[in-house]
């Protein structure tokens, strides 16, 4: 039932004499009755005021009517209070998941190329759970061997929108141009895997197997005949097997992430003003929070067993930063491992993508 009471205001006569009786007739209690020159005020609840209106076209009064106090936009009610703590719930649980996924690039096109390789070939959709989301390793890993022209991907997590800034590898100055033509051969041994070149005859197919000095891209072009000097330029890329061996300590000391999340904290004092003047507060003043990473340090004893889960994933990214810009590791195999009372010492192979094209000069004879 609505208690609210209105604010009654009618013009003195015969008319609001039998006006006030129909109402008292009929139960309705009047308050605060006023009676000034030529006007009539009191106070009803709400709840009559249909019986008001029926006794208005019976007499043919004219009424003001209105509130007696203001539209509250909080009430003390049970309604209030769960639709407070709605407003506070809400964003904290809509906070766990990632609602938005925004790629940064230097062209839009590549913007779009990259996002649509996240949602179809990855297949990330959203809303997803932030704990679900992949791993930033391994989309930048995956990332980057898919875009070779990419150097860096910068992965920004702000709230539940996450934002991709692929890097492109910085141009090289292109050296002074001469007048002697080149060939391109192998550096490396290796699988021919693809191939980036601006000019040239290619020698190999994908998927051939090369060797050390084994031209890829001639830069003499054969026609009828003839050969006509075109100069080779570009990059053929392999996939080889590179040998590593490694040595560390069996027991290491860890930096280990046992605890994160927000820590919020709540301003009670503006909690308080907000309900005692019945008013809404921008929540940001109600409650704050900050992102938390809590570290211990561990000290781990090396097993033979943890070297795959442990000591690869160290290895992989020494080796990736030592290649070229543009290589790329697509395998690691662990070949032995021996241990004594305080080192782990073993070989591995990691199967590296690198351009293995390598000028030579093209001899007068040619």
């Keep these: 039932m609505n208690r609210r009471l209105l604010y009654i205001t009618l013009k003195q006569g015969n008319a609001s004499s039998s006006f006030i009786q129909y109402l008292k007739s009929h139960q309705v209690p009047l308050y605060n009755i006023r009676f000034k020159q030529q006007e009539i005020t009191f106070s009803v609840a709400h709840s009559h005021l249909p019986t008001i209106r029926k006794a208005r076209r019976n007499y043919y009064v004219k009424l003001k009517i209105r ?31 990632v609602w938005k996924i925004d790629v940064e690039a230097s062209t839009v096109e590549l913007e779009d190329e990259v996002y649509q390789y996240l949602t179809e070939e990855l297949a990330i959709q959203v809303p997803v759970r932030s704990g679900q989301f992949i791993d930033d390793y391994l989309l930048r890993q995956q990332l980057m061997e898919r875009f070779r022209e990419f150097s860096w991907i910068h992965i920004t997590k702000q709230g539940s929108h996450i934002t991709v800034a692929p890097q492109l590898a910085p141009k090289l100055s292109n050296p002074k141009k001469t007048t002697q033509k080149q060939h391109l051969i192998a550096s490396n041994s290796g699988v021919i895997t693809h191939f980036k070149i601006s000019s040239g005859v290619r020698k190999v197919s994908p998927n051939e197997t090369v060797y050390k000095g084994d ?26 097997w590179l040998e590593s061996t490694f040595s560390i300590p069996k027991q290491v000391t860890l930096n280990v992430l046992v605890d994160y999340g927000w820590e919020y904290k709540w301003n009670w004092l503006q909690l308080q003003k907000a309900w005692q003047e019945q008013s809404i507060k921008p929540l940001k003043t109600i409650v704050t929070h900050k992102p938390y990473r809590k570290f211990e340090q561990k000290t781990e004893q090396i097993e033979e067993d943890e070297i795959d889960t442990f000591v690869l994933p160290l290895l992989h990214e020494k080796m990736i930063q030592s290649l070229p810009l543009k290589s790329t590791i697509k395998n690691e195999k662990l070949l032995h491992v021996t241990t004594d009372d305080d080192t782990v010492k073993g070989k591995v192979l990691f199967l590296v993508n690198e351009n293995i094209a390598q000028p030579r000069p093209i001899d007068q004879g040619e």
């Excluded at 539209?71 to 703590?85: T, Y």
């Excluded at 001639?218 to 005949?225: A, I, K, P, T």
């Design 215 to 240: 031209t890829l891209v001639s830069g003499v072009l054969e026609r009828d005949g003839t050969n006509f000097v075109v100069d080779a330029q570009g990059e053929v890329f392999a996939d080889y």
């Design 67 to 97: 509130y007696a106090t203001p539209n509250r936009i909080l009430q003390k009610d049970f309604v209030s209070i769960f639709g407070l703590l709605l407003l506070l719930v809400i964003p904290v649980v809509f906070s766990q998941f």
